[in-house]
């Protein structure tokens, strides 16, 4: 019988074959990364993308993403991204000393120029992330509904046009996702009507577009978030409570209890509202967002019925 040969080449591509077959069910599984600067955004993409990309927040749990210092492998990373989501207003202020591709760049509160709000130069601690300044622009903008809704939009058109995910699929989510906002914005619109005789003090300034939206009256301090405020700060707070004849005290994240007590010998009704840069432990954005309105709301009808 005779016997058959291969050639030499044929060999080599027969090899190639099972090679690329070996390798591609592991390539068709990768997908797009989307990195964002804090938690409403991850939010937002991740509600938009669905399965379609993985949506990375890199930020540590315990860190303020607003002065979050990435390291070598997390700058890797983020440059590696198809899309990095930025919220714009001076938010993330390592963004402006990192080298990152600009055509994978979408700054989401580009179209809201027109309605930044200006701050006050402060410059203060927070632990051991040194001094730096609330200045320029507040940039918390997603703790208005609408401009998280406007954030939301940016976020849906940079996908579409990078084709990350079905055109048709987007508009559905963005669909809903408008739906969930602006039913947070009616019921706090109706919620905080009676709030905006109160006077309201918060222990950080983060909240300056939820109180425009809302027409609120709210005074800052600049406390640590969580810790227990010091004499100095306390006798700060009481001063600036006779002031403003202050009812409601918000909180940046819970306090130990003495603080709490501490804020009620002031006739102030305290209220934990975290600003949401990073995730609440077991609880959605809209969730955690429409928490905090119910719970303002509640306090305002305390202080009336008392």
């Known amino acids: 019988m005779r016997k058959l040969t291969v050639s030499p080449i044929l060999k080599s591509l027969v090899a190639v074959a099972i090679f690329l077959c ?8 990768e997908k ?7 938690y409403p955004l991850q939010y937002f993409a991740d509600r938009l993308l669905g399965d379609s990309a993985d ?33 714009g207003a001076g938010f993330a202020t390592w963004v402006d000393r990192v080298s990152l591709p600009r055509t994978r760049l979408v700054n989401t509160s580009m179209a809201l120029k027109d309605r930044f709000i200006v701050t ?52 559905d989510r963005l669909a809903a996702l408008k739906s969930d906002l602006e039913r947070l914005d009616a019921k706090a ?6 709030a905006q005789d109160v006077a309201i003090i918060a222990t950080h300034p983060r ?11 709210i005074t800052t301090l600049e406390w640590e978030a969580g810790a227990m405020p010091t004499f100095a ?3 700060e707070l009481e001063r600036r409570a006779g002031e403003t004849e202050a009812r409601i005290l ?29 995730e609440e432990p077991d609880i959605a954005f809209d969730a955690a967002l429409d928490r905090a309105i119910t719970a303002i709301s509640n306090a305002v009808s305390q202080i009336s019925g008392g």
Do not use: C, K
């Open 32 to 38: 797009p990364r989307v990195v964002a600067v804090n």
């Open 250 to 278: 918000i909180w940046e994240a819970a306090p130990p209890e003495e603080a709490l007590v501490a804020a009620q010998s002031l006739g102030l009704h305290s209220v934990i509202f975290p600003p949401l840069a990073q």
């Open 55 to 87: 949506v990375i927040f890199p930020v540590p749990a315990d860190v303020d993403p607003s002065y979050w210092r990435p390291s070598i492998a997390d700058i890797s990373m983020i440059q590696s991204a198809d899309l990095i989501l930025l919220n």
């Open 233 to 235: 700060e306390l006798a």
């Open 207 to 217: 909240y300056q577009y939820f109180a425009r939206r809302y027409a609120l009256s």
């Open 120 to 171: 006050e130069s402060i410059t203060h601690s927070h632990g051991d992330g040194g001094e730096h300044a609330h200045e320029g622009l507040a940039s918390y903008l997603w703790l208005d509904p609408m401009l998280a809704l406007a954030q939301a939009e940016a976020i849906a058109t940079a996908v579409v046009a990078r084709n990350l995910a079905p055109e048709a699929e987007v508009a």
């Open 189 to 194: 619109r109706t919620a905080l009507s009676g």
């Open 22 to 29: 070996s390798i591609g069910p592991v390539a068709a599984q």
